[in-house]
C-alpha cells in the first residue's frame, strides 16, 4: 500500500497509505485485544467511545480553527508556529470534549477522567508544597 500510495503522489501519498493502513488495522487490533482482555468487542466500545469521539471533535477543531495545511515546503519557524497553534487549539478541544462525554455519560467511576478529576487536589498541593514551600 506505501509503494502504491509514494506511486500516486509521492509524500502525500504515502501519508494517505498510513492512515489507510491504520484505518485497516484498528478494527482488527481492538478484536484481538477485546479477545486477550476476555471482554466483548461492546465492552470495549463502552470504554472507548469517550476518547475516541473527543479525538474526532479535536481534528475538526484544529481543522476548522488552525492554520491551514500548507500546500508546499515550508520553513522550520513557520512548521513550529503551526504545530504550537494546533496544539494551543487541539489540547483544550480533546480534554473539554473528553469531559463533556464523562458527564454526558453519567460521570462513570474507574474511569481516567474519574481518577484525573479525583487526584486534582493532591497536585494542587504537591505544586504548591513545591513553590511556597511544605509549611503552606
Known amino acids: 500500500l506505501m509503494v502504491a500510495g509514494v506511486a500516486w503522489n509521492g509524500l502525500?501519498?504515502?501519508?494517505?497509505?498510513?492512515?489507510?493502513?491504520?484505518?485497516?488495522?484498528?478494527?482488527i487490533a481492538l478484536t484481538r485485544i477485546a479477545r486477550l482482555l476476555n471482554l466483548k468487542f461492546s465492552q470495549l466500545f463502552r470504554i472507548l467511545w469517550r476518547t475516541a469521539l473527543a479525538s474526532g471533535v479535536m481534528y475538526l477543531a484544529v481543522r476548522t480553527l488552525g492554520p491551514a495545511v500548507?500546500?508546499?515546503?515550508?520553513?522550520?519557524?513557520?512548521?513550529?508556529?503551526s504545530l504550537v497553534t494546533c496544539v494551543a487549539i487541539g489540547v483544550p478541544a480533546y480534554v473539554l470534549s473528553v469531559l463533556t462525554f464523562w458527564l454526558a455519560a453519567g460521570r462513570p467511576q474507574g474511569t481516567a477522567e474519574s481518577w484525573i478529576l479525583g487526584n486534582i487536589p493532591v497536585v494542587v498541593r504537591r505544586v504548591r508544597g513545591a513553590i511556597f514551600g511544605s509549611g503552606n
Open 12 to 27: 502525500r501519498g504515502a501519508a494517505w497509505a498510513y492512515v489507510v493502513t491504520a484505518m485497516i488495522i484498528l478494527p
Open 70 to 81: 500548507p500546500q508546499h515546503p515550508i520553513e522550520a519557524g513557520e512548521a513550529a508556529t
